[in-house]
């Protein structure tokens, strides 16, 4: 059984599943047996939640296949054991959808007949923008761990991050960052920041904004014009946040070592080709022909604020712009973009999935 399933989660199933005593347990936890009552009675109440029961049903099925015969494990094991996700892959992909449920307004809505769940984010008036796509499984293990809940019921269900879940995240982006020996100081340090050098980009000395609840790209999609019409189009804020999302994807493959700031260098973009395979690789292809395309100074634009969520005005200093003019120049990238997506991708094509 995978390492992230929690302990209340794994004695209920085997007392459940495989029939273990309560008094068993107690003594192998090295605790009272009360606390795994407790353990089991709360799990059984949390069955309610779509994600948790079908969670613990595929557990319970991995647990099951691990006590059948050999003739007959093999076969299961095709069935049930690949449905869930790894340790490496779960961690991974928590670190991503977490981020993105952290932001103002979004939730993780999913349906029964859906094979994966959508993270959308409220924007101006009644629009939504959806902002990732992930594997029904990952949404489960989330659920099972109390990362996200949910307070309705219907078609489709809506999960927002819970408390537990942004410490989860702090904790997984702090185990990822770089190690700083504070000493004896009164004050608390602040939370350091991942390097972009374990993304797979040069180190610059830059701090990518991993934890806030909006993005430079969603904060300036709320501005609006003296006329009152919205600064950026939902097209355009969609086309910003495609290229996040496959920015996210490519550092997700194993020994990256893509060097995105060759494209901050006027002149310095060279072809990206798609080494190795599935979609990490893809991913890398997507960024590097879509920063191509926009070529220095728009894609400089891009990259920091849409991709490492540099401030607007933190972008005119590292690149020696007008004060305001950051806003204009992203405007036309995303425009340029969003054009780009159009002819390779298709109007359909906005996000992945």
Request: net charge positive.
């Amino acid at each position: 059984m995978p390492e992230w399933v929690p302990p209340d989660a794994y004695h209920y199933l085997s007392h459940v599943e495989l029939g273990k005593p309560i008094r068993a347990l107690a003594r192998s936890a090295e605790c009272h047996a009360s606390t795994i009552l407790r353990q089991i009675r709360r799990i059984e109440t949390r069955r309610d939640d779509p994600l948790v029961d079908d969670a613990l049903e595929t557990l319970g099925r991995v647990s099951r296949n691990k006590v059948t015969p050999a003739k007959d494990q093999q076969q299961m094991h095709l069935t049930t054991e690949t449905m869930m996700p790894d340790d490496v892959t779960f961690s991974r992909e928590a670190r991503r959808i977490l981020r993105r449920l952290c932001e103002t307004g979004a939730v993780l809505a999913i349906a029964a007949d859906m094979e994966k769940a959508v993270v959308v984010r409220d924007g101006a008036g009644s629009c939504t923008t959806r902002t990732a796509v992930v594997d029904r499984p990952i949404a489960q293990a989330m659920a099972l761990k109390g990362w996200i809940a949910t307070k309705g019921t219907g078609r489709i269900i809506r999960y927002h991050i819970t408390a537990a879940g942004r410490t989860a995240l702090e904790q997984i982006l702090q185990r990822e960052a770089p190690h700083h020996d504070a000493g004896f100081a009164e004050a608390q340090t602040p939370f350091a920041e991942k390097s972009p050098q374990r993304d797979g980009f040069a180190d610059t000395g830059r701090q990518s904004r991993r934890t806030l609840a909006e993005s430079p790209l969603s904060a300036l999609a709320r501005r609006r014009e003296k006329d009152g019409t919205r600064f950026l189009s939902n097209r355009q804020v969609q086309a910003g946040e495609r290229l996040r999302e496959d920015f996210e994807l490519a550092q997700m493959g194993e020994n990256t070592t893509m060097n995105w700031e060759r494209f901050l260098t006027p002149g310095g973009a060279t072809p990206v080709h798609n080494q190795g395979g599935g979609a990490p690789a893809l991913a890398r292809a997507r960024v590097g022909a879509a920063l191509e395309e926009l070529g220095p100074g728009l894609s400089d634009i891009v990259l920091r604020c849409c991709c490492y969520l540099e401030g607007l005005e933190t972008a005119e200093k590292r690149l020696g712009w007008s004060a305001r003019s950051a806003k204009i120049v992203l405007r036309i990238a995303l425009i340029r973009l969003r054009k780009h997506y159009d002819e390779t991708l298709g109007p359909g094509g906005a996000m992945i999935g």
